[in-house]
T-cell receptor
Framework: TQLLEQSPQFLSIQEGENLTVYCNSSSVFSSLQWYRQEPGEGPVLLVTVVTGGEVKKLKRLTFQFGDARKDSSLHITAAQPGDTGLYLCAGGPMDSNYQLIWGAGTKLIIKP | KAGVTQTPRYLIKTRGQQVTLSCSPISGHRSVSWYQQTPGQGLQFLFEYFSETQRNKGNFPGRFSGRQFSNSRSEMNVSTLELGDSALYLC????????????????FGAGSRLTVL
């Protein structure tokens, strides 16, 4: 059974601080996606990474896919209250006949 | 273009009742997936429909069922509701079926929050 473990499960920091969220597995994925979900809404895709070692930046958010395509990280620089939400990672299994594997999520609160 | 629409947004049922939830995908999307989300459990995959056929199914009991119509709209049904069925039920649509590639993106609706008393 493929699993994706996210850490930390919960993070509460002050505005302006930096943070990193991790998504780890013992399995290799064909791709990995990060979503953000705000209260009362469904998850919204932030980024997809498909190549080992790939780094993508989205304003203050930096996403990295591990070289072996087993793990990923999300780094936020100078966090703002608008970054508050549930961050979910989802891995695409190597066999495309199977569904995404989801992490349990990191609940992030940025205090003004 | 319009996003994924789920109805109803909120509903309250009692144990033993049944419920039907509806999902209208983005126009042109033929794949609809359903997920159950509970605090601390992440998204649990229920099933996926593509062109009116169930392509994949998660590990949920037979009380959970679904279907897809010719216009790609989908419904899921939960019979004999239990307290543990209280959750946010999310629907997501995509162009293609199966796992994610760089081109296949899931677009989620806002969900239907079910409370079972």
């Amino acid at each position: 059974t493929q699993l994706l473990e996210q850490s930390p499960q919960f993070l509460s920091i002050q505005e302006g601080e930096n943070l990193t969220v991790y998504c780890n597995s013992s399995s290799v994925f064909s791709s990995l996606q990060w979503y953000r979900q705000e209260p009362g809404e469904g998850p919204v895709l932030l980024v997809t990474v498909v190549t080992g070692g790939e780094v993508k930046k989205l304003k203050r958010l930096t996403f990295q896919f591990g070289d072996a395509r087993k793990d990923s990280s999300l780094h936020i620089t100078a966090a703002q209250p608008g970054d508050t939400g549930l961050y979910l990672c989802a891995g695409g299994p190597m066999d495309s006949n199977y569904q995404l594997i989801w992490g349990a999520g990191t609940k992030l609160i940025i205090k003004p | 273009k319009a996003g994924v629409t789920q109805t109803p947004r909120y509903l309250i049922k009692t144990r033993g009742q049944q419920v039907t939830l509806s999902c209208s995908p983005i126009s042109g999307h033929r794949s609809v997936s359903w997920y159950q989300q509970t605090p601390g459990q992440g998204l649990q995959f229920l099933f996926e429909y593509f062109s009116e056929t169930q392509r994949n199914k998660g590990n949920f009991p037979g009380r959970f069922s679904g279907r897809q119509f010719s216009n790609s709209r989908s419904e899921m049904n939960v019979s004999t509701l239990e307290l543990g069925d209280s959750a946010l039920y999310l629907c997501a649509s995509s162009l293609a079926s199966g796992s994610i590639s760089g081109a296949n993106v899931l677009t989620f609706g806002a969900g239907s929050r079910l409370t079972v008393l």
